[in-house]
Each structure stands twice: as structure tokens, then as C-alpha cells.
């Protein structure tokens, strides 16, 4: 099988678990990133708008941290249906 001949379930097997694993590992890295910055922001006696500008420029390069990383755990992952010659390449263990 090569790479054109992807079907449309396995398109979208792959794309559901970039989109879940990306969704989810964000938002707890995201909570907990802007609750350690809230929790100084607080005893430091930060201005709110300050204490979100802050969480905003920390989380958002965290967030493409770690889709590049979910993507990279798709790329690495063995599917199902999907001959491991089509990957040979991709990417480097």
C-alpha cells in the first residue's frame, strides 16, 4: 500500500486520534500551567488582565509543543490495516 492508496476510515483514525490526544493533553497541561501561574499571580498581587496576558503567552507555545508531540506519537504508532512499509521514513526513532 502506498501512501495514495489511504483509505478514508483509516484518514480518519489517524486524524480522531491527533485531534482527541491533542485536545486533552492541552487542556491539562493548559490548566495546570495557568493554575500554577494564577496561584502567583494572586499571592504577588497581579492585575487580572496582567495574570491573563501572562497564562496566554506561557500556554499558547505549550499548546504547538504539544500538538508536535501527538503528532509524533501518531507517526510512531502501528495501525491496524496499515502496512509499516508506508511509514518506513517518516520519521527517526
Known sequence: MQAS???WG??????WLIAWRTAV????????VGFVIGFVG???AW?????SSVVCLFTAPLGIIVS????RMALLKNYRGLS???RSGLIGR
Do not use: H, K, S
Open 10 to 15: 483509516q484518514v480518519a483514525r489517524i486524524w
Open 68 to 71: 508536535l508531540w501527538v503528532v
Open 5 to 7: 492508496e489511504f483509505t
Open 84 to 86: 509499516p512499509r508506508c
Open 42 to 44: 494572586y499571592f504577588l
Open 47 to 51: 492585575d487580572q488582565t496582567f495574570t
Open 25 to 32: 493533553i492541552a487542556l491539562l497541561v493548559g490548566f495546570l
